[in-house]
């Protein structure tokens, strides 16, 4: 049982479109991480979060602890934001990956 | 300020034999993460290394080894390797685990 749940699955949008990308946990962080992985696999941790909201450039990360869910937003999308975006469960020691969103954005 | 290096990028191996794969964090990086990352699916943790001892581990069996040294580089060993071993590898760093981590490029293993 995958402890880490994402949603969409995959998604395709034009440019220019504000994405969300959303992630639920069923218990308890020390930290919650947003990765991106394009084809060929090279990963980039975009965030790492424990609480709050945290922005960089169009991106924006967002946590509710309350409610165990995390949401990344790309404001303004370009073809070059297709990837794969992770999210991963920190707690102690352990990571837990989410299955990931694929995200295509059409010029 | 360096990123975090894997050697090699690619490696066959047969069933069976042993594999050793590198990691070089990034500098004043004390926290070394291992993860498998099977073909078309989401990466796995492995385990975790801060200042040289294993603090976290995933669901991987002992034939799943590492080590990290005073400088705060790894390894991550495979022995008795099996098909199913083949995956890419990759390897985060991070200062105490507190941080952002920083990822390598991966090592693709191939298992014939």
């Known amino acids: 049982k995958n402890e880490v749940e994402q949603s969409p699955q995959n998604l395709t949008a034009q440019e220019g479109e504000f994405i969300t990308i959303n992630c639920s946990y069923s218990?308890?962080?020390?930290?919650l991480h947003w990765l991106q992985q394009h084809p060929g696999g090279g990963i980039v941790s975009l965030f790492m979060?424990?609480?709050g909201k945290k922005k960089h450039g169009r991106l924006i990360a967002t946590i509710n602890i309350q409610e165990k869910h995390s949401s990344l937003h790309i404001t303004a999308s370009h073809p070059r934001d297709s990837a794969v975006y992770i999210c991963?469960?920190?707690?102690?020691?352990?990571?837990?990956f989410g299955t990931g969103t694929s995200l295509t954005v059409i010029p | 300020e360096t990123g975090v290096t894997q050697s090699p990028t690619h490696l066959i191996k047969t069933r069976g034999q042993q594999v050793t794969l590198r990691c070089s964090s990034q500098?004043?990086?004390?926290?070394v993460s291992w993860y498998q990352q099977a073909l078309g699916q989401g990466p796995q943790f492995i385990f975790q290394?801060?200042?040289?001892?294993?603090?976290g581990r995933g669901n991987f069996p002992p034939r799943f080894s590492g080590l990290q040294f005073p400088n705060y580089s790894s390894e991550l060993n495979v022995n008795a390797l099996e098909l199913d071993d083949s995956a890419l590898y990759l390897c985060?760093?991070?200062?105490?685990?507190?941080?952002?981590?920083?990822f390598g490029s991966g090592t693709r293993l191939t298992v014939v």
């Open positions: 991963v469960r920190n707690t102690g020691n352990q990571f837990y």
């Open positions: 290394y801060y200042r040289e001892e294993e603090n």
């Open positions: 979060l424990s609480s």
């Open positions: 500098s004043g990086h004390n926290t």
């Open positions: 985060a760093s991070s200062l105490d685990n507190n941080y952002g981590y920083t």
């Open positions: 218990v308890g962080i020390s930290a």
